[in-house]
């Protein structure tokens, strides 16, 4: 089992053998599922991270409610 401390700002460091195995480093994004069996994390495809950086404020605004988060979660 790997750890890692999460910071006052709510950072923490990808244990190397973690960012060997999703072939991440710096300036890279990654994705976070929350999934029944916990959350599961990816390195995100470019154009993953392009969507979200397009997107995020409008999404802001417009998905607020818990709602739209279970309507939506798996599309």
Do not use: C
Not at 6 to 19: A, D, F, H, N, Y
Not at 31 to 51: C, E, H, M, Q
């Amino acid at each position: 089992m790997l750890t890692s401390k999460v910071t006052s700002k709510g950072q923490t460091t990808l244990p190397r053998e973690i960012r060997v195995r999703l072939n991440v480093g710096p300036g890279d994004h990654i994705v976070y599922r929350n999934t029944s069996a916990g959350v599961l994390i990816r390195k995100a495809r470019p154009f993953d991270a392009a969507w979200h950086s397009g997107i995020s404020k409008t999404l802001e605004e417009e998905w607020n409610s818990r709602e739209d988060e279970q309507d939506f979660r798996d599309l």
